[in-house]
């Protein structure tokens, strides 16, 4: 059944269409509040919907429904917010005068991303702070920026995970017009753009979204709160809620792919589930704009079906974050083992993420006191997305500290190695690439003082498990937003700016030889020297072999095979055919 | 990782295998009460387990497990409990003397099922009693008896979904000895015998697992209470808790078919489903046993991935019970449109039941308030269990009435016509076969006031969408339970004896006649005259064709298709060419 989109949508001509789903109304007013004060009634439509075309309103003006002659609230659908969450809901231009016509139209298998968090990226944490910036991520070789969520959050300062109006680009970040001007720029520079967004649960300030109907679900706790009702009664127009919205990200803002934040946390027993059903719209949309378009989950469940086609009972999903890689990798370049670092830490789970994607693909795991996940075995290469950092890996630490803090810098270019030249999509956290110093720290800016609490208590409670050395930093406080920002001065000179002509060199090799360009399993051979924790990492094409052999040990290692050495990590002397401590080299066999 | 079974395991030589999994637990002993009083601590294992061997105790012996010196609580995994539900667990004889050691080896395909209660089947309500009905059932042309379930419930009285122990046979139905008897008997008719297990929840009375470790989650909720711990933190001795249990009865029992109730009670995000690997236990225990066992779910959830092969994303269950058969059925021979019948009641909803499967393989559900379901399209016929009665759609109405009394023995006849010559494989409630007068209300015999009111209660509530002439039933009184017992004097003459001597002619052609035999969807062709409530189906086999004329209207009918008619459903007159209002013709076209 088609009705129209939700939100409020501007048709040109000062006429706008209202639609909103409202079920749990009987009687839904549009209330304009600026620049005139207006009430105007809606129609009730099937399914819940209610519905106004008013002739005389146009971008600018601001609105909110009124439920029932009681209770007043900002569109769940609204398309910017510009006094915050508890305000009323503005309408905004449908158009925009794109200046880059072209899309980057990467392949999965070109993506090589770099997650920033707009608010701390630069000083003014703005979308169009960022543009400026561009040309040195091109420089550096990235193809595509993922930004952190960006919907309409409480307060000025959030990760971004907080949101609760998924279509409100954030208006402390410059709200849709910002958004938009980032992504053209970023087309023009032939970057792709990723949009982080939230289908599993939304914040928990200005979450008034239960007012308009059954969003939630009693069934299933998540842990963040009340899960979405993928599955229950009315369930469809949830599902379409949150499908019309990425269908809008991509459409609207010209969004290349979407980050599923947290599918783990999506519970959905339907015969026909809603990350299935929003895939399918997803490609579909992607088919009608002529455009290469990705879902890329965040998944802790290591199952492979949701990237299998829906034909083998798959979701058909593109690609996904693979954390067991990232524990592995980490793991092998530092002494951490608590929490869930406690699965891993052992040589063999590295060789393992490297051959086969998933370290756990049915094996009992002591932190989760189970048996977890199955086999990768299936999978591409380029359906897996690996990183040495990211925003949970450096942020979801008790002071937030970066790897770059806690190692040396021959492992961060060991770990850095690891990720450019594997066989995998690679992802970079913001200021990785240069040895940013400052931290990534938790944030808030709720106003329930009751609310903040309860997120101090729950991170204290979460870090009990990471031995602490010293208080947490106080989330709602904004000097941990302050300490969080980059410092990318730090990159003109120094170990800083070494780092960040190696990232610059690694890049531009995974991009120049054809065997390290395209993230495959068929082209990739594994094998390893546990006791030495040697690994060796042979790929092919074009009738020539690069060999990349890493050695995670302390001591200085052997290596066996032998080629023209193109790369080495180590600027330390050694001897030929040996491997120094944390580092690597890539060797070119030719035919 | 492998640990001994679970359970008290007689050795011989009078030495018995205890093994608990008690996680919950430091410290575990052995309490036998009888026939000496002693305690016996027991050895931790990992994992949770504890275990002890004792040299010095036979079957008959009774005991107790005392936790951390504190609760005393019977064994979760007790083949026996004498004393009812809170009372000892007790060892039972490993060996039974079978006297039949065939198996009756039947195909999916075979199996013509009655489902029985055993309670209320015979006067005596036991196993044993059973057996003198079994050479009936085989002359009316059963292959498989299906119990309801037989796990220990509270009180002598109960439909069987409160059991508690899921591998004790119910003390007032005769016990673990009294089945082994009641499916020797079976066995020895070439009569398969399905258990109804119940892996969803436990009953409310006499529930001590919880004691013992976490075999609930808190994450999710069932219609019963707390959900089972399929995919938490300690899921995987839960699951074995569970497979053990399938493969007891397999095994000890000689069970040839586990019907597994309300699968969608099991919420599971595992990888690596609890379902899946139920029943790849189950059949690879069968395939050690060489022999045919299957595993049939009840699903309310219209997702043929339940019967898929894994390869295919599918947890590879081999057959399913239809609802929508019997709700399309239903509707077409009754008025009854409240509860979830408002969904069903067009005549093509019964067309579609017989061509596809599933009547709602996607499509919007009213009652549901969502779409629902996915396509049967790949499925076999013999994959879907169907049925015009079941214990669940007489026994959950206000009275309990059976459809015998709702419509006139025309309509009976036309409903049996519809299942049994079904391409499906069809399952009969007891007594339906001869008209059972008798009701089949809901009952239990709880020993918990506040229990009790509250089941009261939730019947009430239940009720309120089945618009009821008079009172509900008490379930806790005893008349309601004996109001149920079965009156086989029916079938001695009248009506009644010309039901049964119909259903036998009707069971009869089906295994005559090849076309008929195998349900298959292959070698059937659906059509339908939606207007005059005319449905034809067309079924092939040995280049035969049979043709089954069905009139679901309330006038004559005239038929265009022309064959020997080999069997007429209504006694009445008609003329030639014509099917009277509800009834059937089956044709025989040779080629």
Not at 4 to 11: E, F, K, P, R, T
Not at 365 to 393: E, P
Not at 506 to 530: D, F, H, M, Y
Request: proline share 6%.
């Amino acid at each position: 059944m088609k009705h129209s989109q939700v939100g409020a949508i501007y048709l040109g001509g000062a006429r706008t269409q209202f639609s909103v789903w409202a079920p749990a109304a009987s009687r839904v007013e549009l209330h304009l509040t600026h620049p005139q004060e207006r009430i105007i009634p809606m129609q009730a439509q099937p399914r819940g919907y209610f519905e106004a075309v008013v002739d005389t309103v146009e971008p600018g003006a601001r609105y909110l429904y009124r439920l029932d002659s009681d209770k007043e609230r900002p569109d769940p659908a609204s398309r910017f917010q510009p006094e915050g969450v508890h305000g009323p809901s503005e309408i905004i231009q449908t158009d925009f005068p794109w200046q880059s016509n072209a899309w980057p139209g990467l392949r999965l298998e070109e993506y090589i991303i770099y997650e920033l968090h707009t608010g701390t990226y630069t000083p003014d944490g703005t979308f169009e702070a960022i543009i400026p910036h561009l040309p040195e991520l091109v420089e550096l070789g990235i193809t595509a920026i993922e930004l952190m969520p960006i919907a309409q959050f409480p307060g000025s300062r959030n990760w971004g995970y907080d949101g609760v109006y998924p279509f409100a680009a954030q208006n402390s970040y410059g709200g849709p017009r910002g958004l938009r001007k980032l992504v053209d720029a970023c087309h023009g520079h032939k970057l792709a753009v990723i949009l982080d967004v939230v289908y599993n649960h939304l914040g928990p300030e200005g979450n008034y979204v239960a007012d308009f109907g059954p969003y939630f679900t009693d069934r299933y706790k998540t842990p963040w709160g009340r899960a979405l009702n993928f599955d229950g009664e009315h369930s469809d127009e949830v599902r379409s809620f949150f499908i019309q919205n990425a269908v809008y990200w991509i459409t609207d803002f010209r969004i290349d792919a979407l980050r599923l934040d947290a599918i783990h946390a999506i519970v959905d027993q339907s015969a026909s589930p809603f990350l299935q059903e929003l895939a399918a719209a997803i490609h579909e949309r992607a088919g009608e704009l002529n455009r290469r378009i990705y879902a890329i989950p965040e998944s802790a469940l290591n199952d492979s079906r949701i990237l299998r086609s829906p034909e083998l009972g798959g979701y058909g999903l593109d690609a996904q974050w693979n954390d067991d890689f990232h524990h592995a990798l980490r793991t092998a370049i530092t002494e951490e083992r608590s929490g869930y670092y406690q699965d891993y830490g052992e040589f063999r789970h590295l060789v393992k993420a490297f051959g086969e994607g998933y370290v756990y693909s049915g094996q009992y795991s002591s932190y989760r006191r189970r048996r977890f996940g199955n086999s990768a075995g299936s999978l591409s290469g380029r359906q897996l997305v690996v990183f040495s950092q990211n925003h949970d890996q450096v942020g979801n630490r008790l002071l937030g500290d970066r790897l770059t803090s806690l190692v040396c810098f021959e492992r961060l270019k060991l770990a850095a190695g690891a990720v450019l030249l594997s066989p995998f999509v690679p992802l970079l956290f913001m200021g990785e690439e240069y040895g940013e110093t400052a931290p990534f720290q938790y944030f808030i800016s709720h106003s329930d003082a009751e609310l903040i609490e309860a997120v101090r208590r729950g991170r204290r409670q979460e870090f009990q498990a990471f031995a602490g050395k010293g208080d947490i930093p106080d989330p709602q406080d904004e000097a941990a937003f302050l300490r969080s920002k980059l410092n990318p001065g730090l990159k003109s000179g120094g170990r800083h700016r070494a780092l960040f002509d190696f990232y610059k060199e690694l890049i531009g090799l995974r991009c120049k030889i054809p065997a390290l360009r395209t993230p495959s399993r068929q082209n990739t051979a594994v094998s390893a020297c546990e006791e030495r924790k040697l690994l060796v990492v042979q790929r092919q094409a074009d009738q020539q072999e690069v060999v990349i052999a890493y050695n995670f040990g302390d001591t200085p290692a052997e290596i066996q095979v032998r080629g023209k050495e193109i790369f080495a990590s180590s600027s330390g002397p050694a001897r030929q055919g040996m491997l120094n401590p944390y580092s690597f080299v890539v060797l070119l066999r030719g035919d």
